[in-house]
């Protein structure tokens, strides 16, 4: 599916994802962050990783969208964007199209980030990176952004190895 264009107002909300990607960090969590917003333009739901405490699976798009589940009818999930600071893992991609879930922009993509890591000496992931529209079948992505990216690539650079 054709790509949008990032807009001024994506690049504010992306600016908050990585703004809660940069709280993750200073929490001992991974810096990734995510804000859902709805079709109305306002804010729905916002998380950040939250892996510290032992579940690897505390991802914010996860959360994202079990919330969008519990709270949004299918219509009004399609048509939420999910800005998020890190492009969606596998995991976060399923559970993102498993509830409809509509646009998604993101800072970096997973593929800039795992590169990074592997610069900065990282060991790698335990789940291969997967671009979202390979999970998803024609979901609308946009990004990476390069202002917004390369905030999250000195968020990056500021994991402990
Ligand atoms: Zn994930």
């Known amino acids: 599916m054709l790509a949008a264009m990032i807009t001024d ?3 504010d909300w992306l600016a908050r994802a990585v703004d809660l990607a940069r709280q993750a960090l200073d929490a001992g969590d991974e810096p990734y962050g995510s804000v859902l ?15 510290s405490g032992g579940d690897a699976t ?23 964007v999910v800005y998020t600071s890190g492009e ?12 409809g879930l509509g646009r998604i922009v993101y ?3 997973s593929a800039q980030i795992g ?3 592997a610069e900065l000496g990282h060991p790698p992931a335990a789940v291969n990176a997967i671009p979202v529209q390979d999970v998803v079948p024609g979901i609308v992505v946009d990004g990476p952004d ?16």
């Open 58 to 80: 505390r991802h914010p798009e996860f959360a994202i969208a079990r919330w969008a589940a519990g709270n949004l009818t299918a219509q009004g999930r399609a048509d939420a």
């Open 88 to 99: 969606h893992c596998a995991m976060c991609s399923a559970a993102h199209g498993w509830v």
């Open 37 to 51: 917003v709805g079709a109305d333009g306002t804010e729905l739901f916002a998380d950040h990783n939250r892996i």
């Open 9 to 11: 107002v994506d690049r």
């Open 115 to 117: 590169r990074w890591r």
């Open 146 to 161: 390069e202002e917004q990216g390369a905030r999250v690539k000195e968020l990056v650079a500021r994991m402990p190895r």
């Open 107 to 109: 800072a970096a993509s």
